[in-house]
């Protein structure tokens, strides 16, 4: 067997924002400790910038320099690994495949460029023999990519469900303790470093839709195309029904979930999506706060694991960049997928959304006159759906009982419907009725339930 390098293992980084700077400080303060895991020293050579003239917010290591060419991270025959920290999907795609064009190992953090395009990186990177490695592209410093790929390798893997965006479970979370409106709290995960450069990909759940497609792909081996997923953010979800969901026990997070229906990906199929979820405060995932992530994954023979820690930032998402560098400075063999046989992933039976079912929070604005909860109800009935518990305001914040210019009254009392186990079908079509219907004032909210198993 070959014995490993002592040379020190030398980084070309791209992008020298957020996560990078977490990154240069871990590699310098931690120098020791990464050496004695890693057998060898970890050193930065080149930086790629669009403005190297910017103040940051660490210095440049020692014996790196900052360049705006991109070639000088794949051309130069020092360089062992390129780091790709520099966000978006077109130019990180050309970095990449001319860095592994060339030979040279890619870590990145970038879950929009492999949730879009990994299939095209993964098989160059098998054709290859080297490492493509993405730990920090899911749940920040969580490892959740090493325990699927490694620790969990002997499981069927049943379901996962998470909480995979840290920006806006710092938004929920600040709305719900403190009151603190969307756009305050949005600014502040801006300010933090969570949110991405364009913050619609947090707050529309496309960023955890992009994760939850990386995570299918390591659990069961199978490509989901982001654009089937069924995504909502969290930009709806008003205090109202934060408020609501809090008197009932639950609290609002935005979930990513998939589940395998039957036994195999493959053939029998993948129920998953991205949505806010009304969990019930008696699970771990309603404790979750802050821009703080959790996993939670189901397998046959571990049974339920549960993975939790900071979501997003410089220091968390650093940590699990760095991890990646010290597995390929250790010498080992890329094993990117978490598959040998096949190692590229096919593409998954999708289950339709409306097939799916759960419980629902349903909250209707509605005319407070005799009879109505007599019709809402046969509604629900009609389209198979059973009540488990309901309760009627008798007051929305004191401005009801007026007209709307279509002749309704409005804005109607708030009625809070929690429902047993219905099909997204059923509850779809009922809406639809409910919308039409002249005692109810507004479009119907509604949103899954997540309760404690008994
Ligand atoms: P960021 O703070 O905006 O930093 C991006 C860096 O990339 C900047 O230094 C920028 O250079 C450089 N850059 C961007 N486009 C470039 C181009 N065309 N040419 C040269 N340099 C370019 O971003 P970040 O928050 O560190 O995120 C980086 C990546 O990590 C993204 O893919 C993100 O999704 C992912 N991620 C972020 C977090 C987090 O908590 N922030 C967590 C997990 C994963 P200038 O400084 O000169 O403009
Ligand atoms: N914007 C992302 C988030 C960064 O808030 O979770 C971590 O991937």
């Known amino acids: 067997m070959a014995e490993p390098s002592l040379a020190p293992l030398m980084l070309g980084i791209a992008g020298f924002g957020t996560v990078a700077s977490g990154l240069v400080r871990i590699l310098t ?95 160059l990177a098998a054709e290859k023999n080297l490492h493509l490695a993405y730990e920090a592209g899911v749940c920040g410093g969580i490892p959740i990519v090493q325990t699927l790929r490694d620790g969990l390798t002997a499981n069927r893997i049943q379901t996962l469900v998470g909480i995979l965006n840290g920006t806006s479970n710092y938004i929920l979370s600040e709305m719900s303790t403190k009151g603190m409106a969307f756009d305050q709290a949005l600014k502040q995960a801006q300010a933090l470093g969570y949110a991405e450069a364009d913050p619609t990909l947090d707050i529309e759940g496309i960023d955890a839709a992009h994760k939850l497609a990386l995570l299918i792909r390591l659990a069961w081996g199978v490509d989901y195309p982001c654009s089937r997923l069924s995504v909502r953010g969290i930009s709806g979800v008003s205090p109202l029904d934060i408020a609501h969901a809090r008197e009932f026990g639950y609290r609002i997070k935005l979930l990513g979930h998939a589940r395998l229906v039957g036994d195999c990906a493959r053939d029998s199929g993948i129920e998953a999506g991205v949505r806010p979820t009304l969990v019930h405060e008696s699970l771990l995932l309603a404790r ?40 390929i400075a250790r010498g080992a063999g890329p094993n990117n997928t978490g598959f040998v046989r096949p190692a590229l992933p096919g593409p998954a039976r999708i289950i339709p959304p409306l097939e799916t079912y759960s419980r629902f929070y349903i909250r209707l604005m509605v005319s407070d006159t005799p009879g109505v909860l007599r019709d809402i109800a046969a509604v629900m009935a009609e389209n198979g759906i059973s009540i488990a518990q309901v309760i009627q305001k008798d007051q929305a914040g004191g401005s009801y009982g007026g007209e709307a210019g279509d002749g309704r ?37 509604h949103y899954p339930v997540l309760v404690k198993r008994s």
């Open 409 to 445: 009254a409005a804005p109607g009392v708030p009625l809070i419907i929690m429902t047993h186990e219905a099909y997204a079908a059923g509850v779809y079509k009922a809406l639809r009725t409910l919308t039409d219907s002249v005692v109810v004032h507004e479009p119907p909210v």
């Open 29 to 123: 303060e931690n120098r020791e400790a990464i050496f004695a895991r890693a057998g060898r020293d970890i050193r930065v050579k080149r930086i790629l910038v669009r403005d190297p003239g910017r103040q940051r917010a660490v210095s440049v290591p020692e014996g790196a320099a900052l360049t705006t060419r991109m070639e000088d991270l794949f051309e130069d025959a020092d360089i062992d690994v390129v780091v790709e920290l520099m966000g978006g999907v077109d130019i990180p795609l050309l970095l990449l495949e001319r860095s592994l064009g060339a030979g040279k190992h890619v870590v990145t953090a970038n879950k929009a460029l492999l949730a879009e395009t990994g299939n095209r990186l993964f098989a």
């Open 288 to 327: 979750v706060g802050g821009a703080y992530n959790a996993v939670r994954v189901e397998g046959d023979a571990v049974g339920s694991v549960f993975l939790h820690g900071r979501g997003a930032g410089d220091m968390p998402t650093g940590s699990a960049v760095a991890a990646d560098i010290v597995s």
